[in-house]
T-cell receptor
Framework: GDSVTQMEGPVTLSEEACLTI???????????LFWYVQYPGEGLQLLLK?????DKGSNKGFEATYRKETTSFHLEKGSVQVSDSAVYFC????????????FGRGTQLTVWP | DTAVSQTPKYLVTQMGNDKSIKCEQN?????MYWYKQDSKKFLKIMFS???????INETVPNRFSPKSPDKAHLNLHINSLELGDSAVYFC?????????????FGPGTRLTVL
């Protein structure tokens, strides 16, 4: 069945360090891929998305490229800030199961000043 | 203006009780969802409604019953609460259920069953 695998956290970085959170997926067909972020005590917010192979999603300095050959959608940021501390979720949705988002288990990121 | 709102934010109750969580969206969306987030932060869809019609009904105990009185509201009623129901419940909405649609999440309701 459809599934998303994220690297286990927690991830702890110093401010201005580079970030990569790995995400791979299993799905038939051509899913859309998403990264959501959950700040402490809040609901999830969409960070970025990509709807077809080789698309790059980007927002707030974060980027992820939809790689069909490696079934991956890794999240990257060149210089993290304390305000980026949150839980990051990778997710997919397939056309045949419209509306059903499959989430990874989330990766906790803590950035220290 | 809150786009997706849920009440209550916290809910503490005894095993065996019946409780409801309410959700409202003011985005004019056609589709609404309920997700459950467990203690390890894993999120799983429970239900979705499109124009008040049930579209997704995952393998959820029938003690959970969603109700959509109109497009802007999706409530979750839980009967005979059990310890394992303790979780954070998120409501979400999207324009439809299309691949390109963004789902907007509410702030969550933390349910604790004692």
């Amino acid at each position: 069945g459809d599934s998303v695998t994220q690297m286990e956290g927690p991830v702890t970085l110093s401010e201005e360090a580079c970030l990569t959170i790995n995400c791979t997926y299993t799905a038939t067909g051509y899913p859309s891929l998403f990264w959501y972020v959950q700040y402490p005590g809040e609901g999830l917010q969409l960070l970025l998305k990509a709807t077809k192979a080789d698309d790059k999603g980007s927002n707030k300095g974060f980027e992820a490229t939809y790689r069909k050959e490696t079934t991956s959608f890794h999240l990257e940021k060149g210089s993290v800030q304390v305000s980026d501390s949150a839980v990051y979720f990778c997710a997919l949705m397939r056309g045949s199961t419209l509306g059903r988002l499959y989430f990874g288990r989330g990766t906790q990121l803590t950035v220290w000043p | 203006d809150t786009a997706v709102s849920q009440t209550p934010k916290y809910l503490v109750t005894q095993m065996g009780n019946d409780k409801s969580i309410k959700c409202e969206q003011n985005l004019g969306h056609d589709t609404m969802y309920w997700y459950k987030q467990d203690s390890k932060k894993f999120l799983k869809i429970m239900f979705s409604y499109n124009n008040k019609e049930l579209i997704i009904n995952e393998t959820v105990p029938n003690r959970f019953s969603p109700k959509s009185p109109d497009k802007a509201h999706l409530n979750l009623h839980i009967n005979s609460l059990e310890l394992g129901d303790s979780a954070v419940y998120f409501c979400a909405s999207s324009q439809s259920g299309r691949l390109t649609d963004t789902q907007y999440f509410g702030p969550g309701t933390r349910l604790t069953v004692l």
